[in-house]
């Protein structure tokens, strides 16, 4: 559920995954927690970050969120302010958060009542050796610790197979429409789509300048539509150069800068389009480039509060 449900919005996504039987909640910061408990008991809430004060602990005691504990330092402050259950993250080899493998045997890590057992894989959308590797790492530390259940998986290492399920899986970009592995392609549907609205029009003479710094200039009289979507909607100005809005099949080209709000349209290709119209966004997640420019993780994450229908 992490950065608002992957764009998507936590009051639209959690009762949904609730009530198909989502049974733990994922959010990175403690500040994701007090939406997702409008919906979710907070005990299936978990802070991946865990807490790094006094306060975050003890606002995890008071509240029943639980926290996943990464580190020694985590585990002892867990144990200061009063502990209980919490999950506890083993790094296999992403090297961001996490116990080390040897720490497992720490006493003040067996002190921890575990609920779930994580790993996390680095390079699952990839057909690389590491996965082997980390799978074999996390199988190596289960028999070390009590716990109740063991996950591995995000949405790319539950297309590497059921060797990589354990007890739960842990998808983020599958849930939301996006494709992790090629291999889940014909099982999954986009499921967020943008649209934009044309809020006026206007008849330009040859000579009249669009936008910001005037990028665009009219060589001959044409029609063209202003329409509600900018850079703060998550449509960077990157994307406005040779870019497009769509009407059904047709491509309407942007002209001049993405502003904040607004972006302009060439609407000649479609004469009859007026104010209150609304365009399609070119927004197809398994068009993206998954590792190079803006990956569909970014698409996702960055559309605007405003985009929500
Ligand atoms: C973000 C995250 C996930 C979900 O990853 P996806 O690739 O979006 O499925 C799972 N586990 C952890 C620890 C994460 O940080």
Known sequence: MKADAYGLGINTCVPVLR??????????HWSEVAAVAAHAD??????????????????AIATGVIPVINSIGQAQLWQERGGGLCHLMVDTGINRLGISAPQISELIIQALKVDTLLSHLASADE?????????????????????????????????????????LTRPGLALYGGI???ELAGTIRQVAHVGAAIIQTRELSAGDSVGYNSEFTAGAPMRVGTVSLGYADG????????GFMLHGETELAILGKVSMDMIVVDLGKVPELRAGDWLEVPFVLRNAAQQSTVSQYELLTTLGRRLRG
Request: charged residues 20%; aromatic residues 8%; positive net charge.
């Open 42 to 59: 907070p005990a299936t809430i978990a802070v991946l970050h865990g807490p790094i004060n006094a306060a975050e602990a003890d606002y």
């Open 235 to 242: 449509f960077l100005r990157a994307r406005g150069k040779g």
């Open 19 to 28: 009530d198909a039987g989502a049974s733990v909640f994922f959010v990175a």
């Open 180 to 182: 992790a592995r090629p």
């Open 127 to 167: 057909d690389s050796g590491l996965n082997a590797r980390q799978l074999e790492a996390f199988r190596g530390v289960l028999p070390q610790i009590a716990h109740r259940r063991a996950s591995l998986a995000n949405s790319a290492g539950i297309a590497l197979g059921p060797d990589y399920a354990f007890d």
